[in-house]
C-alpha cells in the first residue's frame, strides 16, 4: 500500500488566501450588487514594462526560426540573464556576487519552500511572527514543524520570534539555539524593514552559531530608505551565512509570467559541503524551467528603458501606500509599514478575522486577517497597495466612513 506523507494531516484549515477566497466568493454569490474592491492579495495590476514586452516579443520571433530556436536553457538560468542580474542587483551596492551563486527559477515563493530540500528534517526552524505562511507550511509538509498546536495556534518545533510594535519589528535573537532563520525585509505582512545595524545582528548570530538565514527580498524595490539594505549581502559576514530569494513579480509584475532568482554563495558552506553545490544539484534534478521568453523580459528589466518604466510602476504603487497609510491614520488606526514596502500593516479594534469580515461586509473592501500570519498577527490586518489608483482611494474613503 502506498503511504502518504502524514505531514500534510496535521496542516490546519485551508492556506491563508484560499480562506480569503472562500469567504469572498460566498459573500459575492449571496450580495452579487457589491462592489468589492480587494486589498488582499499581494497580486500585482499594472502591465508588464513596455520595454519587456518588445523583449517578450522578439524572444518570441526568435523561437519562430531554426537558426534562432532554443530548446532546453541552462538549469541554473541563462548567461545574458544572470549576468544582467549581477550588474544590476548587486554591482551599484558594491556586493560581489559570482554568476554562478545565481540560480534562475519560477518563484520566490517556490525557492522558499523548495530550499528545504537541501536540508536536514532535524534542523530547528525560526520565523519572525507574524511570518508569510509559507515558511512554515512548507517546514510542516518536510516534517520539521512537529505538531500543530491547536489551542495556542502554532507549531511545537517552531521557533516564533514575535516582531511587532512592541519590539519595534525587529525580532530579538533566539535564547535556545535555531539552525534555520527566515528573515523578510522588507517584511511581508508587516510592511517593516531592518536596518544595517539590525540585519549585523544576525549575521554575526549565524556565524557564531553555524545557522543559516533564509533572506527574502522580494519586496527590496519599494526600498526608499538610505540606511535599509537591498541585499544581505550588504553586510560583512553574510556570504558565509545566507540565502537570499529575489522576485520579478513585485519589481516587475511577473506574477504571471513567473520568473525569480535565489542566490546561494559558494563560501556557504555546512558540515564541510558546499550549500551552492548542493542547490545547483538540486536545480539540475527538480528543474524550475523558467522559459527563454520570459528570462528575455526579465533581462529588459535592466536595460535603461526598462529600469525607468520599472521605476514608474513601483512608484505607482508606494504613492497608493502612502494614501492608504494616511488615510487609515485619519481614521484613527495605528498603521505601520507602507514606506518602504507595498504592504500596510494595521491594528483593529477587533480579532482579525472578525474585522475582516466587517470590512467585507460592510464596506466591501478585501484585505487579509493578521491572525493568517501566526500568532502575534492576531489583531492586526494587512492591506496592499497593489490596486488601482482611484479604487484605493475609495477603499480608504469606505473604511474611514465605517469607522466613523
Known amino acids: 500500500m502506498a503511504k502518504v506523507n502524514e505531514n500534510y494531516a496535521k496542516l490546519p484549515g485551508s492556506y491563508l488566501f484560499a480562506e480569503i477566497a472562500r469567504r469572498v466568493a460566498a459573500y459575492s454569490a449571496e450580495h452579487p450588487e457589491a462592489k468589492l474592491i480587494k486589498l488582499g492579495i499581494g497580486d500585482v495590476t ?191 559576514g553574510a556570504e558565509t551565512c545566507a540565502i537570499e530569494f529575489h522576485s520579478f513579480s513585485k519589481t516587475a509584475g511577473f506574477t504571471g509570467n513567473r520568473c525569480a532568482y535565489t542566490v546561494v554563495p559558494k563560501a556557504l558552506v555546512r558540515q564541510g559541503q558546499s550549500l551552492n553545490a548542493m542547490w545547483n544539484r538540486r536545480h539540475t534534478t527538480k528543474f524550475n524551467g523558467v522559459p527563454y521568453v520570459v528570462q528575455r523580459g526579465a533581462e529588459a528589466v535592466y536595460s535603461e528603458e526598462g529600469r525607468n518604466q520599472v521605476r514608474e510602476t513601483i512608484a505607482f504603487y508606494q504613492e497608493n501606500a502612502r494614501v492608504i497609510r494616511e488615510g487609515l491614520k485619519e481614521a484613527g488606526l495605528e498603521v505601520y509599514g507602507g514606506v518602504n514596502s507595498p504592504y500596510v500593516w494595521f491594528k483593529t479594534p477587533t480579532d482579525s478575522w472578525s474585522f475582516f469580515d466587517r470590512l467585507l461586509k460592510e464596506a466591501n473592501v478585501v484585505t487579509t486577517p493578521g491572525a493568517g500570519f501566526g500568532p502575534s498577527g492576531e489583531g492586526y490586518i494587512r492591506v496592499t497597495a497593489f490596486g488601482d489608483a482611484e479604487a484605493t482611494k475609495e477603499a480608504v474613503k469606505r473604511i474611514i466612513e465605517l469607522l466613523k
Request: glycine fraction near 6%; charged fraction near 25%.
Open 46 to 236: 499594472r502591465p508588464l514594462a513596455p520595454a519587456v514586452i518588445e523583449a517578450m516579443h522578439k524572444a518570441v520571433d526568435e523561437m519562430a526560426h531554426k537558426e534562432t530556436f532554443r530548446g532546453y536553457g541552462p538549469e541554473q538560468g541563462y548567461d545574458f540573464l544572470r549576468q544582467a542580474i549581477v550588474k544590476g542587483d548587486f554591482a551599484p551596492y558594491g556586493v560581489n556576487i559570482a554568476e554562478d551563486e545565481i540560480f534562475v527559477s519560477d518563484g520566490a515563493k517556490s525557492d522558499c519552500g523548495n530550499i528545504g530540500d537541501i536540508f536536514s528534517t532535524h534542523n530547528v526552524v525560526a520565523v519572525c511572527d507574524p511570518v508569510y505562511p509559507v515558511y512554515v507550511d512548507t517546514n510542516a509538509m518536510a516534517g520539521r514543524a512537529g505538531e500543530y498546536l491547536t489551542d495556542e495556534e502554532r507549531w511545537s518545533n517552531i521557533y516564533y520570534m514575535p516582531t511587532t510594535a512592541e519590539n519595534g519589528f525587529v525580532p530579538e535573537l533566539p535564547k535556545t539555539p535555531v539552525d534555520l532563520i527566515y528573515l523578510c525585509s522588507p517584511n511581508n505582512p508587516t510592511g517593516t524593514t531592518l536596518n544595517r545595524d539590525q540585519l549585523k545582528v544576525w549575521v554575526d548570530y549565524a556565524n557564531e552559531h553555524d545557522a543559516v538565514i533564509l533572506f527574502d527580498a522580494a519586496y527590496e524595490a519599494f526600498i526608499t530608505e538610505p540606511d535599509v539594505p537591498h541585499t544581505i549581502y550588504e553586510i560583512p
